[in-house]
């Protein structure tokens, strides 16, 4: 089983930033991709951004330019800097990785963190 832990949400006016991270821990072998998606009240979940093993990066049109991912591979750990905050990127954000549990195995599986919240607001 793998774990998955997200701190760094909150409450941050309009304008301001904030740093989510997101720890892998469990049976782990490798992680290929990680991402951050996210989900507003009404709406469906959408990928924010995503990250390869090699550091290669895609993000949504709407936060080019203002949100960075990034991530650790010695600590499993991915990061979300969100500068510039908008209203409207209030939403819960997830983490979500691609965990290969171990040498022999075939497949990856995909694990989401439990979610936090970010509130832009004045």
């Known amino acids: 089983q793998v774990q998955l832990v997200e701190s760094g949400g909150g409450l941050v006016q309009p304008g301001g930033s904030l740093r989510l991270s997101c720890a892998a821990s469990g049976s782990i072998f490798s992680i290929n991709a990680m991402g951050w998606y996210r989900q507003a009240p009404g709406k469906q979940r959408e990928l924010v951004a995503r990250i390869t093993p090699g550091g290669s990066t895609n993000y949504a049109d709407s936060v080019k330019g203002r949100f960075t991912i990034s991530r650790d591979n010695a600590k499993n750990t991915v990061y979300l800097q969100m500068n510039s905050l908008k209203p409207e990127d209030t939403a819960v954000y997830y983490c979500?990785?691609?965990?290969?549990?171990?040498?022999?195995?075939?497949?990856?599986?995909?694990?989401w963190g439990q979610g936090t919240q970010v509130t832009v607001s004045s």
């Open positions: 979500n990785t691609a965990v290969v549990p171990s040498i022999v195995s075939r497949y990856e599986y995909s694990y």
